[in-house]
């Protein structure tokens, strides 16, 4: 049987929180719960703890203090039933309504700069949500998608976060994954959605997101067929989701800075492989680097930032090669790869002009 | 060059969104929650990198965070108050019971001067009369006397003596009890004993033990029913009666709580073969 990991005589947090997540192996599993029967003081944090997670996952969560806190109203507890099954019903009606807007675009096929400018203030979602109109991006992913150059062992790479890597490569992923939807890849997207659960075992999903990203009933589960169900369409938007509060008040990843860094790049350096410059030179993009916080970035992420914004000021069409190597450095490094020796895409089949 | 660290960063927002929620809950009022908000940040800061190093990725990052503010809570209680197990009673009233049971168990309080020290002292907004109610559900750990000051200004000497008397007998029969009581636990395996916990000492219903520990959550409502039998034929056999069992706070409601969460959980019975036929 192997021990959990004890700080003195009691067992460490961590240890704690792997079993509240019940991902311990059964051998680890079987210590901690010895251990728990029998000192009060982890029993009385493990069960504190769980109390708090049970209450936020069902919702009983009271706002004030006293003896109105003390149990959820009969408001609360009907809000509660009636919050839970209506919002996975309404989900996918809010899905099905955004795929069928994705498919119209798709088919119009308005190139970007002919578009309204929205007053709202941009996106990185807005930016990416225009790739799949497109389609010669998806010979480009079909081509490069797993030469990212990250390392496969799990954890951490030299610069960022576990939180923050796993972001900024599901982030990557994400836009990947619909870039091969819109395109019909299923066998990319197959290989895709095995990449994004890997990076969402890690977080705490609510069961409409479970249901949408993970196992049978997800994304893996609706490739089987071999054809790409429309209801996953745009993904990238329903993506969204991973960063809004569900109903139990908590997003399931905590970082969105890095999630929409990884969209962005990926986005970009799909467009710009693609020979597309205008996902660079529009105003959006402009935008969203000039409000990068540089300066708190790690300076192997931020170096790269700032030659993109450099080269896309002029006339980005003329920069395509160095602006997709950029990319592909960011892309490299954040997601996990040494900076000192990254392998990024290949960018030898960049199209300098259309 | 020296750069912010953005993983430490994020990781005490995170923590502050933790902190605020959960102050919320388990502070007896916005005085007291802004005092453990302080306390935890300066905490948190000096912990901050010994937090990030300890942090292997065996479970998610919240739930970790959760469980490190919690424990965060823990010592701030005990920093504050001293070390106390209140009643799954009090537990499952909130923090406002907890408090006032410390008060009338622990600091020998009578309701009136407790109720002072919350209104008054720690400012709980609660009025007497629903402090009033709170007591009044809280298990009968030690005598205790809800009067006014009025009346305590007439109690004599004697009485108090009776009091000392009565204390003394209900402490050696709880402590009898508790005795029983944990050489019977031990009959029990340890993921028996940590199901029991949860659902009989803290409150839990079933479906969050089921949730807690990972266990399917049908075959629980049996083996409950299984534990407690097994439990009370151990009591039994060691002469304790179920009265003898309500004399201790925390083990009061095993019988009564674990039937309740039988009846009121379990799904409806479905028609028999005959029924439906009918």
């Given at each position: 049987?192997?021990?959990?990991?004890?700080?003195?005589?009691?067992?460490?947090?961590?240890?704690?929180?792997?079993?509240?997540?019940?991902?311990?192996?059964?051998?680890?599993?079987?210590?901690?719960?010895?251990?728990?029967?029998?000192?009060?003081?982890?029993?009385?944090?493990?069960?504190?703890?769980?109390?708090?997670?049970?209450?936020?996952?069902?919702?009983?969560?009271?706002?004030?203090?006293?003896?109105?806190?003390?149990?959820?109203?009969?408001?609360?507890?009907?809000?509660?039933?009636?919050?839970?099954?209506?919002?996975?019903r309404r989900g996918w009606i809010v899905g099905a309504l955004a795929a069928a807007a994705a498919l119209a675009a798709l088919v119009i096929g308005r190139p970007l700069a002919d578009r309204p400018f929205s007053s709202a203030p941009p996106t990185v979602a807005e930016l990416t949500a225009e790739l799949p109109t497109a389609m010669v991006v998806s010979a480009t992913l079909a081509a490069t998608w797993?030469?990212?150059?990250?390392?496969?062992?799990?954890?951490?790479?030299?610069?960022?976060?576990?939180?923050?890597?796993?972001?900024?490569?599901?982030g990557v992923r994400v836009v990947e994954m619909d870039v091969a939807l819109a395109a019909g890849e299923a066998a990319i997207a197959s290989r895709l959605s095995?990449?994004i659960?890997?990076?969402?075992?890690?977080?705490?999903?609510?069961?409409p997101l479970?249901l949408l990203y993970?196992?049978?009933l997800g994304i893996r589960g609706r490739l089987a067929s071999g054809a790409v169900p429309a209801e996953l369409l745009p993904l990238n938007r329903q993506g969204d989701d991973l960063?809004r509060?569900?109903?139990?008040?908590?997003?399931?990843?905590?970082?969105?800075?890095?999630?929409e860094?990884g969209r962005w790049a990926s986005a970009a350096h799909l467009a710009v492989v693609s020979g597309d410059a205008e996902l660079l030179a529009s105003k959006q993009t402009?935008r969203y680097?000039?409000?990068?916080?540089?300066?708190?970035?790690?300076?192997?992420?931020?170096?790269?930032?700032?030659?993109?914004?450099?080269?896309?000021?002029?006339?980005p069409e003329?920069?395509l090669?160095?602006?997709?190597?950029?990319?592909?450095?960011?892309?490299?490094?954040?997601?996990?790869?040494?900076?000192?020796?990254?392998?990024?895409?290949?960018?030898?089949s960049t199209r300098?002009s259309r | 060059?020296?750069?912010?660290?953005?993983?430490?960063?994020?990781?005490?927002?995170?923590?502050?969104?933790?902190?605020?929620?959960?102050?919320?809950?388990?502070?007896?009022?916005?005085?007291?929650?802004?005092?453990?908000?302080?306390?935890?940040?300066?905490?948190?800061?000096?912990?901050?990198?010994?937090?990030?190093?300890?942090?292997?990725?065996?479970?998610?990052?919240?739930?970790?965070?959760?469980?490190?503010?919690?424990?965060?809570?823990?010592?701030?209680?005990?920093?504050?108050?001293?070390?106390?197990?209140?009643?799954?009673?009090?537990?499952?009233?909130?923090?406002?019971?907890?408090?006032?049971?410390?008060?009338?168990?622990?600091?020998?309080?009578?309701?009136?001067?407790?109720?002072?020290?919350?209104?008054?002292?720690?400012?709980?907004?609660?009025?007497?009369?629903?402090?009033?109610?709170?007591?009044?559900?809280?298990?009968?750990?030690?005598?205790?006397?809800?009067?006014?000051?009025?009346?305590?200004?007439?109690?004599?000497?004697?009485?108090?003596?009776?009091?000392?008397?009565?204390?003394?007998?209900?402490?050696?029969?709880?402590?009898?009890?508790?005795?029983?009581?944990?050489?019977?636990?031990?009959?029990?395996?340890?993921?028996?004993?940590?199901?029991?916990?949860?659902?009989?000492?803290?409150?839990?219903?079933?479906?969050?033990?089921?949730?807690?520990?990972?266990?399917?959550?049908?075959?629980?409502?049996?083996?409950?029913?299984?534990?407690?039998?097994?439990?009370?034929?151990?009591?039994?056999?060691?002469?304790?009666?179920?009265?003898?069992?309500?004399?201790?706070?925390?083990?009061?409601?095993?019988?009564?709580?674990?039937?309740?969460?039988?009846?009121?959980?379990?799904?409806?019975?479905?028609?028999?073969?005959?029924?439906?036929?009918?």
């Open positions: 049987m192997s021990e959990p990991a004890i700080s003195g005589s009691h067992l460490e947090l961590e240890s704690i929180a792997a079993f509240l997540d019940g991902r311990l192996a059964a051998g680890e599993r079987e210590a901690v719960v010895t251990h728990l029967a029998e000192c009060e003081g982890c029993y009385e944090i493990f069960a504190e703890t769980a109390r708090y997670l049970r209450n936020v996952e069902m919702g009983r969560d009271p706002e004030a203090f006293g003896p109105a806190a003390m149990a959820p109203s009969v408001e609360m507890r009907g809000r509660v039933v009636r919050v839970a099954p209506s919002r996975w797993d030469e990212h150059g990250w390392p496969v062992m799990r954890g951490a790479g030299p610069l960022l976060g576990p939180e923050e890597e796993r972001a900024f490569q599901l095995y990449e659960e890997r990076l969402l075992a890690a977080v705490n999903l609510s069961d479970q993970a196992g049978e960063l509060p569900d109903e139990r008040g908590e997003a399931a990843l905590v970082d969105g800075f890095w999630y860094l402009r680097l000039h409000g990068l916080p540089l300066q708190d970035l790690p300076e192997e992420v931020a170096e790269p930032l700032r030659r993109i914004s450099q080269f896309s000021v002029g006339d003329h920069n090669t160095e602006i997709a190597h950029q990319l592909e450095l960011l892309i490299a490094v954040a997601g996990g790869a040494d900076p000192s020796s990254p392998t990024p895409r290949d960018s030898s300098d | 060059m020296s750069q912010p660290n953005p993983a430490a960063r994020r990781l005490l927002t995170r923590c502050e969104a933790i902190l605020a929620r959960l102050s919320r809950r388990k502070c007896v009022s916005a005085d007291e929650s802004e005092d453990f908000r302080s306390w935890a940040r300066v905490r948190l800061i000096e912990q901050e990198a010994t937090l990030l190093a300890k942090f292997r990725g065996k479970s998610s990052l919240d739930t970790y965070l959760v469980t490190v503010v919690h424990n965060l809570l823990l010592d701030y209680r005990i920093s504050k108050w001293g070390k106390y197990r209140p009643s799954a009673a009090a537990k499952r009233l909130g923090s406002v019971a907890m408090r006032l049971e410390m008060l009338l168990v622990r600091e020998g309080l009578s309701f009136d001067e407790a109720a002072e020290v919350l209104r008054r002292n720690e400012g709980v907004s609660a009025t007497v009369e629903e402090l009033s109610a709170i007591a009044q559900k809280l298990p009968t750990r030690l005598p205790r006397r809800f009067e006014g000051e009025e009346t305590l200004a007439r109690v004599r000497g004697s009485e108090r003596a009776e009091d000392r008397a009565l204390r003394g007998e209900a402490a050696t029969a709880a402590s009898r009890v508790e005795e029983a009581l944990d050489a019977a636990l031990l009959t029990l395996s340890a993921e028996d004993r940590l199901i029991l916990k949860l659902h009989v000492q803290d409150g839990f219903s079933v479906a969050d033990v089921s949730r807690t520990l990972h266990l399917v959550q049908k075959p629980l409502y049996r083996r409950l029913g299984q534990l407690t039998d097994k439990l009370r034929r151990e009591l039994e056999a060691r002469g304790i009666s179920r009265e003898d069992v309500d004399q201790i706070g925390e083990w009061q409601d095993l019988d009564i709580d674990v039937d309740y969460h039988l009846t009121d959980e379990l799904p409806p019975a479905r028609p028999s073969k005959q029924e439906r036929g009918r």
